[in-house]
């Protein structure tokens, strides 16, 4: 099994920045794509930014230019660097990743339990 846990959300400002945190732990033998989806009640989660392993990047059209994903693949970490923060922005963030752990030979998703992010004046 594998255990994705987040850190780094809460209230800020527009315009104002956070950097969210993740690090995956258990039985881990490799991890393809690594990322970020939120969710707002009465909505679909949705993909914010996702990072293979080899270092390739997909952005949710309405976070391009402001979000940073980076990777830390040694760490098994991932992080994410949300930049001029907007009130619409207001969700709670899930950690994703694909993986496949130690004695199996397929690939499942993981999430985290979410971190609460407000962009509130």
């Known amino acids: 099994q594998v255990q994705l846990v987040e850190s780094g959300g809460g209230l800020v400002q527009p315009g104002g920045s956070l950097r969210l945190s993740c690090t995956a732990s258990?039985?881990?033998?490799?991890?393809?794509?690594m990322g970020w989806y939120r969710q707002v009640l009465g909505n679909q989660r949705e993909l914010v930014a996702v990072?293979?392993?080899?270092?390739?990047?997909d952005y949710a059209d309405s976070v391009k230019g402001r979000f940073t994903i980076a990777r830390d693949n040694a760490k098994n970490t991932v992080y994410l660097q949300t930049n001029s923060l907007k009130p619409e922005d207001t969700a709670v963030y899930y950690c994703y990743c694909n993986a496949e752990t130690l004695g199996r030979y397929v690939r499942r998703d993981y999430w985290g339990q979410g971190t609460q992010v407000t962009v509130s004046s």
């Open positions: 990072m293979s392993s080899g270092g390739s990047t």
């Open positions: 258990g039985s881990i033998f490799s991890i393809n794509a």
